[in-house]
């Protein structure tokens, strides 16, 4: 690390890079945009929701069917809302 001593009790240091600009590897998200298929929520007999992606069973979960009409409701709104914008520098 380059730095320079200007006065006693201060020193300047080379800027290191911000760790977001790193690409670590990371598990895909449902809501990401570039994620394609549908994904919805079932209500399984005795009190448990499976959560899909196409035919494909995801995990399954405790809840009610009161539970499932607002997981998918709820699951549909944040998979149509515009992403975040990145954080300005």
Avoid: Y
């Amino acid at each position: 690390m380059a730095s320079a001593i200007l006065a006693d009790n201060l020193r300047i240091l080379r800027r290191r890079q911000c760790l977001t600009d790193c690409n670590f590897p990371s598990r895909p998200s449902i809501l990401d945009s570039n994620f394609r298929g549908d994904i919805w929520i079932a209500f399984q007999d005795p009190d448990f929701l499976t959560l899909f992606h196409g035919k494909q069973r995801l995990v399954t979960f405790a809840g009610t069917r009161m539970d499932c009409v607002a997981l998918n409701s709820r699951l549909f709104e944040l998979r149509q809302a515009k992403p975040r914008k990145k954080c300005r520098r």
